[in-house]
């Protein structure tokens, strides 16, 4: 137990968290030219919060949270999405009062106790982003595109978009009632959990996962045919604009996502590749969870993008990542006198921003770099009494091999040199 981290949680390690900073390095360069500003929300919230956000009926509240109670006696639980906590926030905040839109990422960890498998997990991390104030499907497009940018930056591709429209509370109250009837029909062959949500919230037997109940909804009437005017104009206003700036989709008439919050439109970004894990990345608009939660009347839309998923297929796709960089230097050293050199030189380095190595270890000269070589340094130098006495040693590039004689006191500002030249090829 003490060396085994608790099912459902994962380490990620040195050796992939370079991936990840790619990635999350991509996601601030494009929330930052979309005009979206990070928000930093807490792990944990009041349970009410999730009961009411992310709805009583869904398979999140009724199954997969982890609630306790604090020794204050208050109902805790830890988010198992970042959307409500958003939501809250911005209401909390008086963001309101801020110019509309309010543009809002973020980047969580999340909890739910699902069943383990590839691509879920129990604590798992997503970036998401959230627009606050706008009504038209301009935003929705907005919102949709900065995953499929993400996607393009990345290089991956085979990511279908899947777009739907699940209504207003008040065509969907109409539809509910058409479904419902058609389902009543095949109550035998649903799961015991959809005839339950027969009674609750019929829509949501259109997302089980279980076969029968699948084949048993492959006939039921569609969404889109009994959206009113209003969500029905919302839905071919978005499809135009998608199709205005070259967005591909498809209408699946079948996605209601696993939320109560959502209104009008609801998407899914979804790998061609990973099967039943393949949703990278889901959302929609949601225009009654500000109001829900405490606030006024305020329309909104977003999504959720899972980076365990996302780097999964990444890999998958070979897709490639900036590897990581050794030390610009590796200073080794023989002796007492020359490990005081070693440490006071890769000091300054590492000041002036060159990142730098010694010895910690009381290795011999062989073993130093043999250590040098496999941190990948891009250079080395060896420090022994004759270079201190003489100042002058030896500069090797570890790459082409290449072997220069350069005076002690000259190492760090070649370094700086080096730097700003690099700098300056850059700007
Ligand atoms: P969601 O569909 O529940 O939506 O989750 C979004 C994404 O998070 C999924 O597509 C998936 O990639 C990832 N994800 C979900 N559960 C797990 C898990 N157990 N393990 C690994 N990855 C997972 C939401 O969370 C909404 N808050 C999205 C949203 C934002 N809608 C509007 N704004």
Known sequence: MLTQAPKGT???LPQEVYKWQHVENIIKEICGNFGYSEIRIPVFEHTELFQRGVGDTTDIVQKEMYTFDDKGGRSITLRPEGTAGVVRSYIQNGMASLPQPVKLFYNITAYRYENVQKGRYREFNQFG??????????????IISIADLLFKKLGISNIRLNINSIGCPVCREKYGIVLKEYLE???EQ?????RVRLERNPLRVLDCKVKECNLATEGAPSMLDNLCEECGDHFEGLKGMLEKVGIDYAVDSRIVRGLDYYTKTVFEFVSENVGTQGTICGGGRYDGLVE?????????????????????????????????KGPELFVASIGSDADLFAQELVYQLRENGISAEKNHMGRSLKAQMKYADKCDAAFTVVIGENEILSNKAVL????TGEEKDVSLDSILERFKRAKSACKEGTA
């Open 185 to 187: 029909q095949k109550k």
């Open 129 to 142: 982003a959230e627009a606050f104030g706008a009504e038209g499907p301009s935003i929705d497009v907005e």
């Open 292 to 324: 829900a939660c405490g606030g006024s009347v305020t329309p909104a839309v977003g999504f959720a993008l899972g980076m365990e998923r996302l780097i999964m297929e990444m890999d998958n796709q070979n897709a490639s990542f900036p590897l990581p």
């Open 10 to 12: 994962r380490d990620i």
């Open 396 to 399: 090797k590039n570890m790459e």
């Open 190 to 194: 649903l799961c015991s959990d959809c």
